[in-house]
């Protein structure tokens, strides 16, 4: 059994545990809350991208752009983003969980020969991934690249890929990473990077807000320009949402990890409480076992 002075210690222990989670807590959620609003910021830019494309694509015109061309499947890029710190719950098994399964769908699709270039984002991800190559899977780390990436880190990543592609080192580009809804809610999401989808810009939600427009010089020219400003948006997106999701999986963690602190100091404390007047009581017992030796 436990002494007082062994209990004492474990429930200082327990409360600067708790103390520490709660704190961890609110900066995972201010964190969370500024990726929020740089994915509100966002938001519109990609809105106005995919508007002019697609009035573009409403125009009697013929458009041709090397990013849109599909090709026969030789060689994957899978892009899987993860976190670079941990104490984020089960964030990164699921989503290394998915990649796995996303693997297996592109060998049905394309066939056992097909090639897999991962480019993981994020060192906790990276780690997993390492340990996967082989049989037509390489893994391949841009240098600077991470989950916390800047503005122009991103852009360099997302050039970077565009060229692969237009090189034909890669034939096609897939986005893997968790698409945030809330802070309870993270749900896993594969896309299509490159070649651009026509899907992209024929939704309902794009069409609405369509309008026969004027076009200069021509709007072949501007397809072509603007097409690249459309798969920086996404990335950017991609990225930001990754770094929310990050946060909100953060937060559930130190909430769950909270909760169970407090669990268990109050277990510590009725210990304690019992340990305790069970001492008292002995030592009553004892002075009254001596008076009445007298």
Do not use: W
């Not at 941990?86 to 066939?111: D, T, V």
């Not at 096609?172 to 026509?198: A, D, G, I, K």
């Amino acid at each position: 059994m436990a002494t007082l002075r062994e209990l004492k210690g474990r429930i200082g222990s327990v409360a600067s545990s708790e103390k520490i989670t709660g704190a961890m807590k609110m900066i995972s959620s201010a964190k969370m809350h500024r990726a929020e609003g740089d994915l509100r910021r966002l938001l519109p830019f990609r809105q106005q991208i995919e508007t002019i494309i697609g009035n573009l694509l409403t125009a009697d015109a013929e458009f041709s752009s090397p990013l849109t061309e599909p090709r026969e499947v030789r060689t994957v890029g899978i892009v899987v983003l993860g976190s670079d710190d941990g104490l984020c719950g089960a964030y990164n098994i699921n989503i290394f969980k998915g990649l796995l399964a996303r693997l297996r769908e592109c060998r049905e699709k394309y066939g056992d020969n097909v090639k897999m270039v991962i480019f993981p984002v994020g060192r906790k991800i990276t780690k997993a991934v390492s340990k996967i190559t082989g049989s037509n899977i390489t893994m391949e780390s841009l240098e600077g690249v991470t989950s916390k990436s800047s503005g122009d880190e991103v852009k360099r990543f997302a050039h970077e890929l565009e060229v692969r592609f237009l090189d034909g080192v890669l034939d096609s580009v897939e986005l893997l990473y968790m698409n945030f809804q809330s802070v309870s809610r993270q749900r896993l999401r594969s896309e299509q990077f490159l070649p651009v989808l026509p899907e992209s810009f024929t939704g309902e939600d794009v069409k609405a807000i369509c309008r026969p427009c004027i076009f200069e010089p021509d709007a072949a020219t501007i397809f072509v320009s603007v097409l690249p400003m459309f798969l920086l948006a996404v990335m950017q997106e991609v990225f930001t949402e990754n770094r929310a999701a990050e946060q909100a999986a953060r937060i559930m963690a130190m909430q769950s990890a909270n909760d169970n602190a407090k669990k268990l100091l109050e277990q510590l404390q009725i210990e304690f409480n019992k340990l305790r007047q069970q001492s008292i009581t002995t030592e009553l017992l004892d002075i009254i076992g001596g008076q009445a030796k007298q």
